[in-house]
T-cell receptor
Framework: NAGVTQTPKFQVLKTGQSMTLQCAQD?????MYWYRQDPGMGLRLIYY???????DKGEVPNGYNVSRLNKREFSLRLESAAPSQTSVYFC?????????????FGEGSWLTVV | ELKVEQNPLFLSMQEGKNYTIYCNYS?????LYWYRQDPGKSLESLFV?????AVKQEGRLMASLDTKARLSTLHITAAVHDLSATYFC?????????FGKGTRLHILP
């Protein structure tokens, strides 16, 4: 079982370039999330998708777009990268409600915008 | 708007001592999570708490939830160096999951 898989793991972009971070989960989870992590700021929610076909803004959505391609995949796109988007990005998924339904995280994607 | 506050943000403690990390949140929630993160790594699930008065324990860590006070605590008993990490709480409301800023725990031998 691969769990939550993110690609790429490392990326360097020039200001103004675009890129897509890919995320896939093989646990048949309904909900998927994108977070960014910056020193001293914890994890901040960018966008989330509570179920296939729906997406909602989180705390810091500006400069990003998402696509819930199907139940497995949730991608994050930077249309015109800025240095302020240098961060570690985490994708996560969760099956739904209930005490046993924890959140599973990918390994993270380290993005540097120069 | 759902807000989550953790304190302290940094904690340096001696091995063998007890301490508590606090997690306050601003609105009613569906569940509360505790996670651990080691430097350069992803997040590892510790506890999921659903109901008022819920208490869960794993080894030297114990988490509790008071939904009326909108407060969760993570208690560390007789700390050991291996528990050095950053600990996050997160609150879920209507599938929107918001994290606190984390508590960086450094345990001194």
């Amino acid at each position: 079982n691969a769990g939550v898989t993110q690609t790429p793991k490392f990326q360097v972009l020039k200001t103004g370039q675009s890129m897509t971070l890919q995320c896939a989960q093989d646990m048949n989870h309904n909900s998927m999330y994108w977070y960014r992590q910056d020193p001293g700021m914890g994890l901040r929610l960018i966008y989330y998708s509570a179920s296939e076909g729906t997406t909602d803004k989180g705390e810091v959505p500006n400069g990003y777009n998402v696509s819930r391609l199907n139940k497995r995949e949730f991608s994050l796109r930077l249309e015109s990268a800025a240095p302020s988007q240098t961060s570690v990005y985490f994708c996560a998924s969760r099956s739904g409600t209930g005490e046993g339904n924890t959140i599973y995280f990918g390994e993270g994607s380290w993005l540097t915008v120069v | 708007e759902l807000k989550v506050e953790q304190n302290p943000l940094f904690l340096s403690m001696q091995e063998g001592k007890n301490y508590t990390i606090y997690c306050n949140y601003s609105t009613t929630s569906d569940r509360l999570y505790w996670y651990r993160q080691d430097p350069g790594k992803s997040l590892e699930s510790l506890f999921v708490l659903l109901s008022n008065g819920a208490v869960k324990q794993e080894g030297r860590l114990m988490a509790s939830l008071d939904t009326k006070a909108r407060l969760s605590t993570l208690h560390i008993t007789a700390a050991v160096h291996d528990l050095s990490a950053t600990y996050f709480c997160a609150v879920d409301r209507d599938d929107k999951i918001i994290f606190g800023k984390g508590t960086r725990l450094h345990i001194l031998p």
